[in-house]
């Protein structure tokens, strides 16, 4: 039951407490509300609520101090950890100090609601290790993107196995490392293959080793990718390109934990924890015979779907930038900051290579782009030409006209406007005139002129001509 529960709020916008603390009490619950970390330990100090809610960033402390403080006097007390400033770091380390639940803003109000009731039900909150600091870093303040984030961060005292399923180039490898710098098996290492950039008939090899001599060319013992994962991860990237053959052998090591050289007759412990992705539709290959659905089940124990670019595209300004920094950092050259209308024109984009794409952009804005400031006309043509661009196709024309202006006021040239004018006259005489055929009365129709302004304007041009 969670009627009359003991909920305090802590978050110093007053907003915020208002608005829970109403749709609290509306369910029944008995609501105290805290503006800083001091009166919340204050208030602990002469009692106890049956569920705490805290902001992270509050004047006075980080909200999830309170955990320390709690776990110190050995107090269960559910936390859920609430935020406007989320990324990764932020909620695996929530989750790793031993929040209920994470809740990123602006939250809805039915959510709070069903994790509060989740919490009352569910004392005590367990408590897990402090967090390692990760090698890698992800970005996004989209939702979905934050989904992955609280994904990791409740998988990060887990060793089960996860399937990552997303486009080409949608940042499935960074999610894997992520898991892995995240786990118990952080200290351990690492180990990626793309089982679909292998052929076939070494594939084996690869994964499980070979013994000297078990096939021509098998000069030395050669440990596999399992060996060297030892104590770590495994990655399995486009698993779905994994032969059959090779699919029921790594059923084995999944079902079994271990294995035997190619051609060898040790019997091997598997001590790594599995990761697979995939950019295709398993169920679809199960349904064809081209995937083995008792593999899929083994691997498919938790699902990470990673959201293509176009899906986040308020994530694409801080993408740009962080990689921007990345490329300069890397070659050693000025770090270069993009426009308003060029991040206006990336989030155009329909990015079919998705975040990889984007890192490709960077990289190339970095060494190519002339001054400190990228332009719309620094981009690739590719992009600046693509449908939904900048290009008058796209109804972005204004950004090159921008360029153009531009480029001609650094060449002192006059008179603009009457050459601009002029020009997009002609241009859509031209464009309208060829659309009807030659016929000046529809043209001027659809031009939104008099057919008397259309016939003036093009005997001009024949008179300058």
Known sequence: MTEG????????????RFVLERALSRADYQVTTFAAVSELNAALAKGSPDVILTDIR?????????????????????????????????????????VFDYLPKPFDLDQVLSVVASAVAHRPASTRPAPREPDSRMIGDSPAMQEVFRTIG????????????????????????????????????FVAINTAAIPSELLESELFGHERGSFTG????????????????????????????????????LAEGDYYRVGGRDLLKADVR??????QDLDE????????????????????????????????????EHFLEQ?????????????????????????????????NVCQQLCVMAPGEQVFPEDLPAELSSAPGSGGAEGGRWQEQLRGWVRKALQADQADLMSTVRDEMEQVLFDEALDYTGGKRVDAAK?????????TRKLKDREEDD
């Open 5 to 16: 529960a003991r909920v305090w709020v802590n978050d110093d916008d007053e907003a915020i």
């Open 58 to 98: 509050l004047p006075d402390a980080d909200g999830l101090t309170v955990l320390d403080a709690l776990r110190a006097e050995q107090r269960e007390i559910p936390v859920i950890a609430m935020t406007g400033f989320s990324d990764l770091d932020q909620a695996v380390t929530a989750f790793q100090k031993g």
């Open 154 to 189: 409740r998988l990060s005292r887990s060793n089960i196995s996860v399937l990552i399923t997303g486009e080409t180039g949608s940042g499935k490898e960074v999610v894997a490392r992520a898991l892995h710098e995240h786990s118990p098996r952080c200290n351990g290492p």
């Open 218 to 253: 098998a000069h030395t013992r050669r440990h596999g990718r399992f060996e060297e994962a030892a104590g770590g991860t495994l990655f399995l990237d486009e698993i779905g390109d994994m032969p059959l053959t090779l699919q029921t052998r790594l059923l084995r090591v």
């Open 274 to 279: 599995v990761i697979a992705a995939t950019h």
């Open 285 to 320: 290959h199960i349904a064809n015979g081209s995937f083995r659905e008792d593999l899929y089940h083994r691997l498919n124990v938790i699902t990470i779907s990673m959201p293509p670019l176009r899906d986040r595209v308020s994530d694409i300004p801080a993408l740009a």
């Open 327 to 359: 490329a300069a950092l890397e070659m050693g050259l000025e770090v270069k900051t993009l426009r308003p209308e060029t991040v206006n024109l990336l989030k155009s984009q329909p990015w079919p290579g998705n975040v990889r794409q984007l890192q």
């Open 446 to 454: 659809v031009l939104g002129v008099g057919r008397n302004t259309l």
